[in-house]
């Protein structure tokens, strides 16, 4: 059974940092393009960030491009997201999603979340 | 890096159609067909319903359709159930390693 569980979040205040972690399980971690994606409260989902199999490549939506970066250890099964200089905007439940096709164009397997809350 | 066009709010009776639209542009759901649904219920993880514009992963009732004409994509619930009241995303490619979500559309069954 394909598991992902995000752990990491929490209450932190603007331009603070934190990491977000999932761990997976129930496939083969490292061939897979995996995701990062975001959804405030009461609002639409928000893809944040997508690392390809072999960490070579990396992307990121304009508005976390310098602040979050998005990594992953394939001998751990997991995948990893350090959000530094934190804003009141970045607030939201983060999801871990396993992406399908080049790039992850899709995301067929999707973790519960963990939330983080920006505020002083 | 603009958000696909939904709208806000669908309804159907139970046993009906409904047909929920996402319209987004030439260099996101009109150039690549890389067009994906997701069902969201309130407090859950999305869930995949629909990929490349119109396939159906392992598990989904085939009551779920996609499809797509230029620059709008549609997703279709036939035959409507009580089960099927949740939130709707579309996503697509949208070029230069980019992703874009629709703003989501709230169905609810009658």
């Known amino acids: 059974e394909v598991q992902l569980e995000e752990s990491g979040g929490g209450l932190v205040q603007p331009g603070g940092s934190l990491r977000l972690s999932c761990v997976t399980s129930g496939f083969r971690f490292g061939d897979y393009w995996m995701s990062w994606v975001r959804q405030a409260p009461g609002k639409g989902l928000e893809w944040v960030a997508n690392?390809?199999?072999?960490?070579?490549?990396?992307y990121y939506v304009d508005s976390v491009k310098g602040r979050f970066t998005i990594s992953r250890d394939n001998a751990k099964n997991s995948l990893y997201l350090q959000m530094n200089s934190l804003r009141v905007e970045d607030a939201a439940v983060y999801y871990c999603?396993?992406?399908?096709?080049?790039?992850?164009?899709?995301?067929?397997?999707w973790g519960q979340g963990t939330l983080v809350t920006v505020s002083s | 890096q603009s958000a696909l066009t939904q709208p806000p709010s669908a309804s159907g009776s139970p046993g009906q159609s409904v047909t929920i639209s996402c319209t987004g542009t030439?260099?996101?759901?009109?150039?690549?067909?890389?067009v994906s649904w997701y069902q969201q219920h309130p407090g859950k993880a999305p869930k995949l319903m629909i990929y490349?514009?119109?396939k159906r992963p392992s598990g989904v009732p085939d009551r779920f359709s996609g499809s797509k004409s230029g620059n709008t994509a549609s997703l279709t619930v036939s035959g409507l159930q009580a089960e099927d009241e949740a939130d709707y995303y579309c996503s697509s490619y949208a070029g230069s390693n980019n992703l874009v979500f629709g703003g989501g559309t709230k169905l609810t069954v009658l």
């Open positions: 999603a396993r992406g399908r096709e080049s790039f992850g164009t899709y995301f067929d397997y």
């Open positions: 490349g514009v119109n």
């Open positions: 030439s260099t996101d759901v009109g150039g690549y067909n890389y």
């Open positions: 690392i390809k199999k072999d960490e070579s490549e990396k």
